[in-house]
């Protein structure tokens, strides 16, 4: 078997299962230190991915069909988690708090858990379809993931959000856990911060979608199932933005908008491939 | 407020309100997702075995199996339109306007009732203070003014006006995009062509049997090659095509997967292919009487069979039926009997199955001819859609991330030296901005420590 990258993936699942461990360890038993090892080990998880998703690339080049790692459910997968660990990192970053690292980091830990150990699925390198080959593939995929990234992470917080709304109408505010979370003005800025980010790149991943089946099959729109399901993930969040921007609903509206938004993005990725059927049958 | 609104401004109300937007998202989001449940475009037989024939009405009835073609989408997308024009052309105005006021110059007072302002003190005299704040101002910020009133200053400064008209070019993109989308419906057309090998074709079939169209000139298959990967799974399909004007051959080309071809104003593209077999001769033998006799008949085009008052027709082919490799579907309509049709198995003559009543059939020869299949579209709207595609990225980014920001000095002369009164805010990413705020306060106070070692 020539398949070191696989091996490596598999490994990755644990290294996040790791890190969503300590995060959760690190919030709930206030430990500075468990935090740190969290977001030592997320970074670990997201160098490991990185090396097993290039690795892949070289070896479908070595099986004389090389394409970028973009191409099948089983790689769709891991180029999701890849994206949901580097936005959320990149968000701790910015904003210094590692409360927020629970949710992504568990939900790239179960895309790691499905694409590695789920018996259907199918982690060989294929060839490409002649479909796919285009250059606009990478772009369409990359923008796409990294939207729906952003919408994971935003939904992660608006969650919290609610969690932390209901312990505050509860008159129950001192719990020590929730006073670890930023406080709720921050959390409804974050939301929205990554929501816009997610909205612009799942606008860049549709047009480019459409450019690219423009070339190939002569028509940018064709009302295909995961088309109109992408369209109604972006009118969502296009209802989200102008309600927050023209008529100023902030808050739980905003936290519920987010996660409804994020349980369209799942039945546009997965819903559509495993209950409809159309011309993105192959991811 | 005072006055009763008459109907008109009312409908003008309602079509301009951001209430109606909203609404529009979520009628076409929900009735998006029937689309996807519904199978499109299904024959009325496949809606009927599906639904039964009462649904069925109300799915004919509400053009729910064409439903993005649909009267009632339509309407919504006309009325989003609409609401986005309205609502765009009512808030410039305002906006404008609000970016006229922008550069107006504020008093103490108001600098001070800010969210965002600070108080500093400077052991140096206002005009000394305006010199090497100027500097600080016009580094940070693209546009900035200063007054000056019996020795007291007053400054305003801002930067990224842009980001105020992002949402208008996002408006005008969106329009864009569906001007874009009406052109195509109506100059352009959808269709497709098969070609087999070594034929011409200067007509093709629009989607949804619509009719024919003209190509005004020829195009020819000269070769289709299908090469597929180890696996078995197909790596790339090609058709080598000519043009033909008045019989000449004007443009020789190669269309694949991802990669068409145009000529005046239509473009090829690789969407099918498929064998059929050609040059069909059948050995057609009486089985009381042994007499054979050979035929020659055109696929899937029935043909009287000589001498009697029969007619038969090659229906189908198969590449390989069961175990028994090639085979044809012949059928049959044999005077006073009810037609009948039976698989013809080609490399085995004996089969008991190649006979039809009391005929035996064969099949002498045949080839095999690949065709190719072409979607052929003309859409001028197009190139209008793709502006507002990179409209839209462009302003998205300006609307979202480039924030208005703006700041207000005023400085006034003290015993010990100035009071430099600082305001601002931004219209968005007012945490980033606040930061930027401190900075500049930062700044502004270390020119006095400076000035302090001087002294």
Known sequence: MNMTSSLLLSVVTFILLGAALCYCGGWLFRRELLGKIATGIAWMGLIVLTVGLVLRWVESYRLGIGHAPLSNFYESLVFGAWSVVLVYLIMEIRYRSRALGVFPLALAFLAMAYASFSPGMESQIQPLIPALKSNWLIAHVITCFLGYAAFAVASGIGILYLIKCRASASNNPGSSVLRRVPNIKTLDELIYQNVIFGFLLLSVGIITGAVWANSAWGTYWSWDPKETWSLITWLVYALMLHSRLVRGWHGPRMAWLSIIGFACVLFTYFGVNFLLSGLHSYA | MGHNKTFSERIHDFLASVRLTLFIFGALAATSILGTLIPQGATTEQRLSQYGPKLNALIELLDLA???????????????????????????????????????????????????????????????????????????????????????????????????????????????????????????????????????????????????????????????????????????????????????????????????????????????????????????????????????????QAVNIPGTKNRLVVMDFAQNIGTFGPAFFVAMAQENKEPAGTWVVVKEPDFHGNKIGNTGIGVIEYVNRFYTGLQVTKDPGVWVIYIGFILMLLSMIIAMYISHRRIWLVFSSESKGTRVLMAGNANKHILAFEREFNQLTQEISDLDLSENEHD
């Open chain 2, 66 to 300: 064409d439903m993005y073609h649909s009267w009632w989408f339509q309407v919504l997308l006309i009325l989003l339109s609409i609401n986005l024009i309205i609502c765009s052309l009512r808030r410039l105005p305002k906006t404008l306007k609000s970016l006229e006021a922008a550069r107006r110059l504020i008093g103490p007072t108001r600098v001070q009732k800010m969210q965002t302002n600070t108080d500093i003190r400077l052991a140096c005299t206002p005009a000394e203070t305006q010199r090497v704040i100027a500097p600080l101002l016009s580094k940070r910020f693209s546009y900035s003014s200063w007054r000056e009133e019996n020795g007291a200053w007053q400054a305003v400064a801002e930067k990224g006006r842009i980001g105020r008209l992002g949402a208008y070019f996002i408006h005008l993109s969106v329009l864009l995009i569906l001007v874009g989308a009406l052109l195509g419906s109506i100059f352009g057309f959808k269709g497709f062509v098969n070609i087999n090998e070594k034929e011409a074709k200067s007509t093709v079939q629009l989607r949804g049997e619509k009719g024919t169209v003209p190509l005004g000139f020829e195009i020819r298959c000269d070769k289709f090659t299908v090469d597929f990967y180890d696996t078995g799974a197909p790596k790339e399909f090609r058709s080598d095509v000519s043009i033909l004007e008045q019989g000449k051959i004007v443009q020789q080309a190669a269309i694949r997967v991802n990669d068409p071809f145009s000529y005046k104003g239509m473009t090829f593209y690789q969407s099918t292919y498929g064998s059929q077999p050609t040059g069909i001769v059948l050995n057609l033998t009486d089985l009381k009487t042994s007499e054979s006799k050979r035929l020659q008949v055109p696929f899937r």
